[in-house]
């Protein structure tokens, strides 16, 4: 079972109910959940990595029905987190996830191979334009990337939307690998419609045709 969650949380933190549902969440966390949530000093910043703590969890009991306190996680030597599987688990099927936060914004994708997600709320009161912070990460774009975000008459609005969109796509392919590409990201070229509602990959070479790569721009 593959799962998509996107959560915003902006209404919760700002809800009269916000003190009792945080203390609800901290009941349901691991004491290392908890003391990762402590080294935060905003509530936005602490309930945002509590929840993409849980959410692993509330998936793994849907996708392989195993009990919430039954759930161990662990980080291999680069820092990517996987759940620890017994012979039972796999015999129905593998989970693998990936969360990602950013401002009130927390995604999750799961699947049964390595994957990876990235998401990233647009900012249209930065004083950069999109083509200059193009041209600031243009070592980690392929030519045909940088024309879809600094080509055309697009608004500003929607360069930036272009950029955020393949600059998140080549961070869930890094998160998905939890070693980066050994060739370079600007060998890797995402393309992106002109709605922005999808991307899909070219140079599709085999070390990537494992990986399942989930972008989310817009809630």
Request: proline share 2%; with cysteine.
């Amino acid at each position: 079972m593959s799962l998509r969650w996107a959560i915003s949380l902006e209404e919760t933190i700002t809800s009269s109910t916000f003190q009792n549902m945080f203390r609800r969440a901290i009941l349901c966390a691991s004491e290392s959940d908890v003391e990762q949530q402590r080294r935060f000093r905003y509530k936005e910043d602490a309930l945002a990595c509590l929840i993409g703590r849980l959410i692993p969890r509330k998936a793994a009991t849907i996708s392989i029905s195993r009990q919430w306190s039954d759930l161990e996680f662990s980080r291999n030597e680069n820092g990517k987190p996987s759940l620890i599987q017994n012979k039972s688990d796999y015999s129905r099927q593998n989970f693998e996830y990936n969360v990602s936060h950013h401002g009130d914004l927390v995604v999750l994708a799961t699947g049964d191979t390595r994957i990876g997600v990235d998401v990233m709320r647009v900012n249209e009161a930065r004083r950069e334009t999109a083509s200059e912070q193009m041209n600031t990460l243009k070592r980690h774009f392929s030519e045909n990337e940088i024309e879809m975000v600094k080509g055309g008459d697009k608004c500003e609005l929607k360069r930036w939307h272009a950029f955020y969109r393949i600059w998140c796509l080549k961070e869930s392919i890094l998160k998905a690998t939890g070693v980066g590409l050994p060739d370079g990201l600007h060998n890797h070229t995402f393309q992106v419609d002109s709605s922005y509602d999808h991307a899909s990959l070219n140079s599709f070479n085999p070390i990537l045709s494992s990986f399942d790569s989930t972008t989310t721009m817009d809630f």
